[in-house]
């Protein structure tokens, strides 16, 4: 659903799930196997693609949408 809505790569959706479910970019990016700095670059590409600005926007955004909102 988010790659689609939002036109996200797979990497990011996958981020922006780990976001969504409490984790930080650094927790976030070591689960996923990449670096901070990777996990960095694809969460201001989740923000510019999602038109958010900040992590509490984009999991607030994403529950309003899972929610059917």
Do not use: P, W
């Not at 939002?6 to 070591?30: N, Q, Y």
């Not at 990449?34 to 529950?63: C, D, I, M, P």
């Amino acid at each position: 659903m988010l790659q689609s809505c939002f036109r996200l790569t797979a990497s990011e959706a996958r981020l922006a799930r780990k976001i969504c479910s409490g984790h930080g970019v650094e927790a976030a990016a070591d689960e996923l196997g990449v670096s901070y700095e990777t996990g960095r670059n694809q969460l201001k590409s989740v923000f510019a693609k999602t038109q958010t600005h900040r992590q509490s926007e984009l999991v607030a955004l994403l529950t309003r949408l899972s929610s059917g909102r």
